[in-house]
């Protein structure tokens, strides 16, 4: 599976962005999907995640009610509506994709995501 996200750019604070990534393959459906972020100087850490057939979504606590991840079977797209974005969302954020059934704990987890895109820079400023 290769990815691509795009989506990324400059923001005020406050404003919202839509993040997409783009899926190669015909399997698309079974993949599970995550959006990961990577600020400078921190780890990567966990943003939002899709189960296959959209049966749960997850996201980060801290970031949960400004978040929608989605996902398009039939353009095998997965989305990430980002809103009232503030500095410290300031990062490069990547979509990642796991062949395994991962029950909504297991979202989360960065080993469970075996395919990576290559990230699209989302910056926050005025």
């Known amino acids: 599976v290769q990815l691509q996200a795009s989506g990324g750019g400059l923001v005020q604070p406050g404003g919202s962005l839509r993040l997409s990534c783009a899926a190669s393959?015909?399997?698309?459906?079974?993949?599970?999907m995550g959006w990961f972020r990577k600020a400078p100087g921190k780890e990567r850490e966990f943003v939002a995640a899709i189960k296959r057939g959209s049966l749960g979504t997850a996201y980060e606590d801290s970031m949960k009610g400004r978040l929608t991840i989605s996902r398009d079977n039939a353009k095998n797209t997965v989305y990430l509506q980002m809103n009232r974005l503030n500095p410290d969302d300031t990062a490069v954020y990547y979509c990642a994709a796991s062949p395994l059934g991962l029950i909504t704990s297991e979202l989360r987890r960065e080993k469970n995501y075996h395919y990576w895109g290559q990230g699209t820079q989302v910056t926050v400023s005025s």
């Open positions: 393959g015909r399997t698309f459906s079974t993949y599970t």
